[in-house]
């Protein structure tokens, strides 16, 4: 038995010692209520017991996601040298128009989140792959760091404490520290502390977090106001949100979105031609945004962009991924295939997304999708730009929740790891996504999250 599966046994065994399940559960339950731990109407949370890692496997994932990172921040600089490439993405000419804007800072990943399956195997040895790339404006940095105090005031993690070190995968300074390194780069210099507009629109589900965030913003000094795009005017050399002068945006907002309602005529487009406003992530992370730009990393096409080494880590950790066109090309196992034949004979090995969407929409899980709907996708997938990609290895994890009737059961999730970005250069905590189902997506109404903490035996 592995060190951490013996930690997760004992966790287990304590859910079933006298109240210490229940008594827990009426620690959290109220608790994500009062510490706005909601994803719209819904709690977060639905389980007794946080994601472990140990300090080696954690080590591991972020070491290999940084590797991975490495890997997308060298194709965003390639794609925006050079539009063929990038062509690639399938931007529409205003997503082009918006990606060529100035940002006033180097990096072009300020913040985002890699989604993988991480499973941990028994003989210790570890299977890890990269699904998405979060890269406009994920959500969940301040959840995972509340989330994971509330954890710590149970009665299970105190009793588990007795027996193992617990340490918590903040994200939220991480993500301070990252604004503010981009601000002042942006300014030139060090000196005032930014004022911020979190930009989103009203009543989305995350609204919950932008309040979580102002509230941790005010700890370094800094003011933020949450607004609409609706609410956010520039005249005379200033940005205004809401009425207030700011001179950053935080865009929760995405791009597609903004797009829709405003075209190209939003306050923040000539805002930012005229340097006038830093905005965080800039508009270019539109690029790694869409589901294609796991198709570029993957074509051998684009293999002569890679060293070695990240060659060898994309066959890794990535999954083949095509965009779907009618050509040969390479197939999963190096051989040469026709892929839109191929593709339709092997939909049990494939999943479907569209290339701009998001929260699990228009995603066809080839193995439990009949043979006529998935050939229809492929057929829409020649004029509406999707890919299709390999299954990955799915993560599983036996994790505990109190019943309806007041028991313990203790059953299998999978298991979304998700390891925050920062700066581009950076892995800093993870957020955990629970489900019974296979589209694993909060947006789409399942599954939990639940707080990462890194543990280890006391001597």
């Known amino acids: 038995m592995t060190h951490l599966q013996a930690a997760i046994d004992h966790y287990h065994d304590l859910c079933q010692t006298g109240t210490l399940a229940q008594d827990s559960w009426d620690v959290i339950l109220p608790g994500l209520a009062e510490r706005k731990l909601f994803f719209g109407d819904r709690p977060l949370c639905s389980v007794l017991r946080p994601m472990f890692h140990t300090g080696l496997n954690w080590h591991y994932l972020a070491a290999r996601t940084g590797l991975i990172l490495s890997v997308f921040r060298k194709i965003t600089e390639a794609m925006l040298a050079d539009p063929r490439l990038r062509a690639q993405v399938y931007l529409d000419p205003r997503e082009e128009e918006l990606v060529a804007l100035p940002t006033g800072y ?3 990943i300020p913040t985002a989140r890699l989604d993988s399956f991480f499973s941990r195997h028994a003989d210790g040895s570890n299977t890890l792959h990269f699904i998405e790339f979060n890269g406009e404006s994920p959500a969940g940095m301040a959840y995972n760091d509340v989330m994971a105090e509330l954890f710590l005031e149970t009665p299970l993690l105190h009793c588990f404490g007795e027996r193992y ?14 604004l503010l390194r981009v601000y002042y780069q942006w300014r030139g210099g060090y000196g005032k502390l930014p004022d ?10 995350t609204t919950t977090e932008f309040h979580l965030f102002v509230e941790y913003f005010a700890r370094y000094g800094i003011r933020a106001t949450i607004c609409t795009p609706d609410e956010i005017d520039f005249h005379n050399d200033q940005v205004y949100a809401a009425g207030r002068p ?4 935080y865009k929760r907002v995405l791009t597609t979105e903004l797009l829709e309602r405003y075209g190209l005529n939003h306050p923040l487009i000539p805002a930012l031609r005229a340097g006038a406003v830093c905005m965080v992530n800039p508009f ?6 869409k589901k294609a730009s796991f198709a570029v990393v993957s074509d051998e096409r684009n293999a002569h962009l890679f060293t070695p080494d990240e060659r060898a880590a994309i ?6 991924t095509r965009l779907v066109e009618d050509r040969r090309t390479l197939g999963p196992e190096g051989e040469q295939i026709d892929l839109l034949e191929w593709a339709s004979r092997h939909r049990d090995l494939l999943v479907f997304k569209p290339n701009d969407e998001y929260g699990g929409k228009g995603v066809l899980i080839g193995w439990e999708t009949d043979q006529a709907t998935w050939d229809a996708a492929l057929r829409q997938g020649l004029s509406e730009p999707s890919i299709v990609q390999a299954r990955a290895a799915i993560a599983y994890e036996d994790f505990p929740r109190i019943t309806e009737q007041g028991t313990v059961e203790i059953a299998p ?4 790891c998700d390891p925050f970005l920062y700066h581009g250069d950076m892995v800093g905590a993870c957020l955990t996504r629970l489900s019974t189902v296979m589209l694993l997506n909060v947006t789409a109404g399942g599954g939990s999250t639940a707080p990462a903490f890194i543990i280890d035996a006391k001597a």
């Open 196 to 205: 911020i507009a979190i930009v989103d629109w009203a009543g989305v589900p």
């Open 246 to 249: 700011v001179d950053f945006v």
């Open 165 to 178: 070190h617990v340490e918590t995968l903040p994200a939220r300074r991480h993500a301070v520290d990252a």
């Open 284 to 289: 270019n992370c539109k690029l790694l945004h």
């Open 106 to 108: 180097t990096t072009n």
């Open 413 to 416: 999730r999978l298991v979304d």
């Open 315 to 320: 066959q890794t950790h990535i999954p083949w």
